[in-house]
């Protein structure tokens, strides 16, 4: 009769038993062992831990794995937040950021505008650009002075650099001013080292000419052009462009001249209104002449 | 309440076109706002609210123009006033009658404005404003206003509004 298998359960068991026991109480012997007697161990361990180090790298690299994906993948929302409110504080910085260095570009003109003011010989009263070009007709500004501040019409325009053009209408808080590259302003100019003088005007292509200029006037690209004073709206003396260009048909009586302005009328943001100004030109009889002899 | 809708619509305009012209100018060309919102209107309403809206706006802009006062008022208004008759005239308004329309307009109003403008103008003068200034202001104005009335159109489709802002007849 064959014996059954489970009968000899018992009994490995039990030896598996005493040799676990066995080997639990031998090492805990070993740990009562002096230090110089555990070296040994070591040597046994040594090829233990080249065993080892293959799974427990395997463990460690899956662990990094798992660690990267939730730090990028799960961990990242809270990121992913913060970088979307800091993305937030940066447009609103660059935003602050624009509008200070807008306001220090304004204060800057302003201020040569005001130093131009206070050392020039002429009263002004400095006022902003706040609208331009209201028709492709007009070449003009909207200013933001009006017969409150003491503008009126027919006043003139310029900045530090030099002539812009001439109030047209002035409503209680604002004015409009009509550029020197627009056909229906007209001043008198002079070129400065000849001193002949001629007419300002605009034309529809928007460019400037000097009209009316002596046919033996000697005048040579380069030249520069200044205001005559001989009307009320400008003092003498102030700058208007340079001669571009000279021409004068076989026909034509008299000379003429294209300009390119000083002042870049597109790119206004401030200008001073001329209140009045001292005449550069005395108003004095000139000295008599020596009187030639008689023959 | 409507009214002081129009009027500050008729403002914003005007301020839109002395602030906001430089940014959409092409080549020097500034669209004339004040013309197309009132052919707009017209076309949208009928011709006593183009008249009236074209009038208010053509004030406004005349108060910060250089020309003198009228010019504009007179030349929108009658503007605004004939775009609203196409709605009578033609069935239904589309983006070509509008087209047509606002050509024609925009073309008038310019001419009106260049010979109060530039009176004595000689004529080479004349012709490189009608050219360069007139023609392409037009065509300009043509393409704003047939590009708006497109997009307000689908919109109203869209939203299945059929009677859109249109007044008494």
């Given at each position: 009769m064959p014996r059954p298998e489970h009968t000899s359960l018992p009994i490995a068991t039990g030896r598996r038993r005493f040799f676990l026991g066995a080997f639990i109480l031998f090492l805990f012997l070993l740990l009562f062992l002096p230090r110089e007697s555990q070296e040994w161990l070591g040597q046994v361990g040594g090829p233990m831990a080249i065993i080892l180090e293959g799974p427990l790298h395997g463990v460690a690299a899956i662990q990094a794995s798992v660690r990267e994906i939730w730090n990028h993948y799960?961990?990242?929302q809270?990121?992913?937040?913060?970088?979307?409110?800091?993305?937030?504080?940066?447009?609103?910085?660059?935003?602050?950021?624009?509008?200070?260095?807008?306001?220090?570009?304004?204060?800057?003109?302003?201020?040569?505008?005001?130093m131009y003011q206070k050392t020039a010989p002429l009263s002004s009263i400095p006022a902003r650009i706040i609208g331009r070009n209201l028709s492709n007709w007009y070449k003009a500004m909207v200013i933001n002075k009006g017969t409150r501040d003491g503008i009126h019409a027919e006043m003139g325009v310029i900045t530090n650099a030099g002539v812009v053009g001439r109030v047209v209408r002035v409503n209680p808080?604002?004015?409009?001013?009509?550029?020197?590259?627009?056909?229906?302003?007209?001043?008198?100019?002079?070129?400065?080292?000849?001193?002949?003088?001629?007419?300002?005007?605009?034309?529809?292509?928007?460019?400037?000419?000097?009209k009316y200029l002596p046919?033996?006037?000697?005048?040579?690209?380069?030249?520069?052009?200044v205001t005559s004073g001989l009307t009320d709206d400008f003092p003498r003396g102030l700058h208007i462009g340079h001669i571009q260009q000279v021409t004068k048909a076989a026909t034509d009586l008299f000379q003429s001249g294209e300009i390119t302005p000083v002042v870049d009328f597109s790119k206004l943001e401030g200008v001073l209104v001329i209140t009045s100004f001292q005449p550069t030109v005395s108003a004095e009889s000139p000295p008599p002449a020596e009187t030639l002899p008689v023959p | 309440m409507i009214i002081v809708w129009q009027i500050v619509l008729c403002l914003g305009t005007?301020?839109?076109?002395?602030?906001?012209?430089?940014?959409?100018?092409?080549?020097?060309?500034?669209?004339?706002?004040?013309?197309?919102?009132?052919?707009?209107?017209?076309?949208?309403?009928?011709?006593?609210?183009?008249?009236?809206?074209?009038?208010?706006?053509?004030l406004f802009q005349?108060?910060?123009?250089?020309?003198?006062?009228?010019?504009?008022?007179?030349?929108k208004g009658l503007a605004g006033s004939l775009a609203g008759v196409t709605t009578h005239t033609v069935s239904t308004v589309t983006t070509g009658a509008v087209v047509i329309?606002?050509?024609?307009?925009?073309?008038?109003?310019?001419?009106?404005?260049?010979?109060?403008?530039?009176?004595?103008?000689?004529?080479?003068?004349?012709?490189?404003?009608?050219?360069?200034?007139?023609?392409?202001?037009?065509?300009?104005?043509?393409?704003l206003a047939a590009g708006i009335f497109w997009l307000t159109h689908k919109v109203r489709h869209s939203f299945g509004v059929v009677h859109f802002a249109r007044g008494r007849r």
């Open positions: 799960f961990a990242l809270q990121v992913w937040e913060e970088n979307q409110r800091l993305k937030q504080e940066i447009q609103q910085l660059q935003g602050e950021q624009n509008r200070l260095r807008e306001q220090a570009i304004l204060a800057r003109e302003f201020q040569i505008l005001s808080t604002t004015s409009i001013v009509l550029l020197l590259s627009d056909p229906n302003v007209a001043i008198p100019g002079m070129i400065q080292t000849s001193r002949d003088e001629g007419i300002i005007q605009g034309t529809p292509q928007g460019n400037i000419h000097m046919p033996l006037s000697p005048v040579h690209v380069g030249d520069v052009v | 005007v301020v839109a076109q002395a602030t906001l012209s430089t940014l959409l100018s092409v080549n020097n060309i500034y669209p004339d706002l004040c013309l197309i919102f009132a052919c707009l209107v017209g076309f949208f309403t009928n011709e006593y609210k183009g008249l009236l809206i074209g009038l208010t706006v053509g005349d108060l910060l123009a250089p020309g003198g006062i009228g010019l504009n008022m007179i030349l329309v606002t050509l024609v307009l925009s073309l008038g109003c310019g001419l009106a404005s260049l010979i109060v403008a530039y009176p004595s103008l000689d004529g080479s003068d004349a012709f490189h404003a009608i050219t360069w200034i007139l023609v392409p202001q037009a065509l300009y104005n043509v393409l």
